[in-house]
């Protein structure tokens, strides 16, 4: 499939089969705004439907039929039409836990009977996601604290997953930016006991990458939290990077409550991990 295809053009009756094809292809989704704006009908939409040529999934979502939708084919579908709009970047990005699996870095995805896939975006999830019903649940975090905007538009820290041939990949946070993300969570949705597990697995972390993001990072909480994570490994990479060059704001922040604290990061942090800190 032409990646690229854009069909504003009318077109005959005749070719609404072969056009749905090629925009909507077997284990990809598409809403019906975006198929309109690529030159289909409402008009063709209803009777593809009532052909059986495609499958109303929820109001205003279209898939083919004959195969289950994965939770790839519903992100690469939701990072295609954003894409779409002229982005280097889709808005929208798996990151956090999610990407560090994708990454190979970790088996853990959630606890619970649904998987949590980790999306990461400036704005809010598209409506039309919560519509599905899927066996994953797409948890959606706000970046807005965290990253400006021209980092998010960055394909440097993009990796692409090839989750099946001739179809969109879709698009993840490479390690470093994922480590940070997932930070924003903690300690409500990660413990500290999982992020020093999680840092444990990333040996060969980019400096070079690490120091654009630090700087770029507008989270203090997170900045911390990374610098006396990555101290505790006193991994090659660590020692590349200068704290100083750093913004870590000023004053104490209570982190773990009732922990104590760290005197090099100013965050309090469980006691029972001071003592075995690599310092």
Same mark, same amino acid.
Request: charged share 25%; with cysteine; proline share 5%.
């Given at each position: =499939? ?19 094809? +090629? ?35 929820? +109001? ?17 579908? =939701? ?63 706000? +970046? ?46 990660? +413990? ?6 999680? =840092? ?80």
């Amino acid at each position: =499939m032409d990646k690229g295809v854009t069909l504003k053009e009318s077109v005959t009756k005749g070719a609404y089969k072969q056009l749905l094809r +090629t925009l909507l292809p077997y284990g990809m989704l598409a809403t019906k705004k975006w198929l309109a704006d690529q030159g289909l009908s409402a008009h063709a939409l209803d009777n593809a439907v009532k052909t059986d040529t495609l499958l109303l999934l929820a +109001t205003g979502v279209y898939s083919q039929y004959s195969r289950s939708l994965s939770w790839e084919g519903v992100v690469a579908s =939701m990072q295609r039409m954003e894409k779409s709009k002229g982005d280097n970047v889709p808005p929208v990005v798996v990151g956090g836990l999610t990407a560090l699996s994708l990454s190979g870095l970790s088996q853990y995805l959630s606890l619970g009977s649904k998987p949590h896939i980790h999306l990461y975006a400036p704005g809010k999830l598209p409506a039309w996601l919560t519509r599905l019903s899927l066996p994953v649940e797409l948890e959606g975090h706000s +970046t807005i604290k965290l990253w400006p905007e021209s980092l998010l538009a960055d394909k440097t820290f993009i990796k692409e997953y090839e989750w099946t041939v001739e179809l969109p990949p879709v698009y993840f946070s490479c390690p470093e930016k994922a480590i940070l993300e997932l930070l924003t969570d903690l300690p409500e949705a990660l +413990t500290f006991e999982h992020a020093d597990e999680l =840092m444990q697995g990333l040996v060969n972390l980019s400096p070079r990458k690490l120091d654009i993001l630090l700087k770029a990072c507008k989270s203090v909480k997170v900045k911390r939290l990374f610098f006396w994570l990555a101290k505790r490994q006193a991994y090659p990479w660590f020692s590349k990077l200068d704290v100083e060059d750093y913004d870590l704001g000023s004053g104490k922040r209570v982190v773990a409550k009732g922990g104590k604290l760290d005197t090099d990061y100013l965050i309090t942090v469980p006691s029972h991990m001071v003592t075995v800190s690599k310092s």
